[in-house]
C-alpha cells in the first residue's frame, strides 16, 4: 500500500537547522501538489508551506523566509527546509499529497522537531 514517509526530525536548539523529507513509498504515482503541516499536541492541525505542479511555492506567516519546501521529481521527494528555528516551530511535522490521480489526500505519519531555547 502506498503512503507517505516523513524523516529528518529530531532535537535542534533554537537558530539551529533540520531539513524534512517526505517520500512516496510503495508507489509509482508522483506526489502531486504537496505540501507541509504541523501539529503540537493538544493544538490546531496548521498548515506550513505548499508546492503546486507548475513549481510555485507558498507557505504560512509563520515561517515566511525561514522555511523552504522544494521537490525532487526522480526522487519522488518533497523537502522542507527549515531555518532558524523557533521554540513555538515545536511540532509533529505531517507531509501531504495526492499519488498519481487519485483524488484521495495520502498523509505521512509524522516526524517530530523540537527546539530548545
Known amino acids: 500500500q502506498a503512503q507517505l514517509v516523513e524523516s529528518g526530525g529530531g532535537l535542534v536548539q533554537a537558530g539551529g537547522s533540520l531539513r524534512l523529507s517526505c517520500a512516496a513509498s510503495g508507489s509509482i504515482f508522483s506526489m502531486h501538489d504537496p505540501g507541509w503541516y504541523r501539529q503540537d499536541p493538544g493544538k490546531e492541525l496548521e498548515w506550513v508551506a505548499g508546492?503546486?505542479?507548475?513549481?510555485?511555492?507558498n507557505d504560512a506567516d509563520s515561517v515566511k523566509g525561514r522555511f523552504t519546501i522544494s521537490r525532487d521529481n526522480a526522487k519522488n521527494t518533497v523537502y522542507l527546509q527549515m531555518n532558524s528555528l523557533k521554540f513555538d516551530d515545536t511540532a509533529v511535522y505531517y507531509c501531504?499529497?495526492?499519488?498519481?490521480?487519485?483524488?484521495?489526500?495520502?498523509w505521512g505519519r509524522g516526524t517530530l522537531v523540537v527546539v530548545s531555547s
Open positions: 501531504k499529497a495526492h499519488l498519481g490521480a487519485a483524488p484521495e489526500d495520502y
Open positions: 508546492l503546486t505542479d507548475g513549481g510555485s511555492t
